[in-house]
Nanobody
Framework: QVQLVESGGGLVQPGGSLRLSCVAS????????MGWYRQAPGKQRELVGV???????NYAYSVKGRFTISRDNAKNTVYLQMNSLKPEDTAVYYC????????WGQGTQVTVSS
């Protein structure tokens, strides 16, 4: 069983920044491509960005240039640095492998509001 625990969310003003963390209970990030996902009320969960085991990153168009995904395999942790946040970024953020092979965690709430 692999548990994924997201943290770092909160309330932030538009234009602000947050750094999210996702810690896995086992060392998995060295072999699986990992992604950050988000789900806003009334919307489907969407992929925000991914980082492969080789370090290649890709992002949804809506967050390109603002978000950065990274990993620390030794700490079983992936990060999502979010800058220039917009109200439309408000969502619950989750991490998982790129093929969603693990159980979803509780996610972490990000609210961007003035």
């Amino acid at each position: 069983q692999v548990q994924l625990v997201e943290s770092g969310g909160g309330l932030v003003q538009p234009g602000g920044s947050l750094r999210l963390s996702c810690v896995a209970s086992r060392n998995i990030f060295s072999i699986y491509a990992m992604g950050w996902y988000r789900q806003a009320p009334g919307k489907q969960r969407e992929l925000v960005g991914v980082v492969t085991s080789g370090g290649i990153t890709n992002y949804a168009y809506s967050v390109k240039g603002r978000f950065t995904i990274s990993r620390d395999n030794a700490k079983n942790t992936v990060y999502l640095q979010m800058n220039s946040l917009k109200p439309e970024d408000t969502a619950v953020y989750y991490c998982n492998s790129n093929d969603r092979r693990f159980d979803w965690g509780q996610g972490t709430q990000v609210t961007v509001s003035s």
